[in-house]
């Protein structure tokens, strides 16, 4: 059994691995294309662009490896059902049970390697991609209103309300024209603060160049006092601040799961960051689905068609889940389903559609 082990696994990984680098050079082209366009515009310059396409590699990894499997798997157990060593194979003691076995487990080691991707090296990668366009570009602008985010307060004058709006980063990482609109329990406004540069430090925000604008008596009146570092208390820490900064990319498993938390404590929209959170920790589990997926081409006969065609119809399957798996998540925030039954769907019903075609394989053909 570790010989016929030995066998399927040297062949399907480096058949997965040769898939998966014809696809990543050939994104990196299109990504360097695509950033060519911008060079000698805002500071960009050509190695920022090289820099750029080569962080975006470890996204288009995470992204690809389903895929990469599937057609990797299709093609090796094609090419060896091809030639009649599958054939020998089953004729040798490998069951059909065996068999989805032995594929299952190297679907478990290509899931760890999809979770580690797209867990550890993707969201650092794209965090430093857009640091570092924001340093080439002078800061990050943020597009329309600009950031917001909300927490509460409980003071002996009563609970508070807090909103505060962010406009982008600077280059250094600092936020940039932040204001900050505190609310009464009765929603009236009892203070404003405004400042062009604040960062995150112990036990709050410090504002540089505040202008703080307060209404004590309710009346109308209004204090106006300006500081040049103001320490602003909040438990707005920097992972809810780069939370809601940078895209949804940049974040782990972990950090989309305390976010989306945070939300739901402030009353706030997470349905997004929900489905991103099981959209990210079931995607791995595709690497199983896809392998189980690529089992049946095994036992077609050569009539049913040469390797060729066989992959063309794994690149078929792979483009298929890929554009289900998007469209679920589109349905599931517009319909406000579960989040984790709409990221769940697409894998499940290419697991059942799989074993359905194995079954079928094995006990009529």
Known sequence: MKTVRRLLYRDIVSSVAFVGVAFLSLFFFIDLVDQLDSVGQRGR???VAVTTALLALPGHAYELLPIAVLIGTIYALSRMAQSSEFTILRTGG????RALLLLAMLG???AALTFVVGDIVAPASERQAVLLKARAAGGLRLSGPGAWLKERRDTPQGPLSVSVNVGGLN???TMRDVRVFVFDADGR???RLAAPRAEVSEGGWL???????QWPAGDGSVAVERTASLHWPS???AQVVAAALLPAETMTTVELWRYSRHLQAQDQAAQRYELQFWKRALYPLACIVMVALALPFAYLSARAGGV???VFGGIMLGISFVLLNNIAGHIGALSDLTPWMVSAAPGLLYLLLSLAAFAWLVRYR
């Open 45 to 47: 310059t050509l190695g």
């Open 94 to 97: 490998l069951g059909p049970r």
């Open 308 to 310: 060729s065609l066989k």
């Open 207 to 213: 504002l540089a160049d505040a202008e703080t604008q």
């Open 235 to 237: 438990t707005l820490d």
């Open 171 to 173: 280059a250094d990482g």
């Open 189 to 191: 406004l009892q203070q």
């Open 108 to 110: 478990v080691a290509f």
